[in-house]
């Protein structure tokens, strides 16, 4: 009865082939995970620093934007608040 469970000797099957994957775990290149975060980690500093480039840029060369013209209605209103009288009243 002892010889039956005389097991030492026999790896099972699943254990088996795992085991042949943990002796050949060798660094074989990159993980596909870590390319993938390289690839969008870098295309999103080249967008970031392609932007602010464009942006001081465009500091440097464009004029000053024209402010709007204040209408006379809104210049008229303005005085009032300040006590000066409009001309013609």
Known sequence: ??????FGDKVPPSFDRMGNAMKDAETKGFNPGLLVLLLVVGILSVFLIGNYVLYTYAQKTLPPRKKKPVSK???KKERLKQGVSAPGE
């Open 1 to 6: 009865m002892a010889d039956d469970f005389d």
């Open 73 to 75: 209605k809104k210049i």
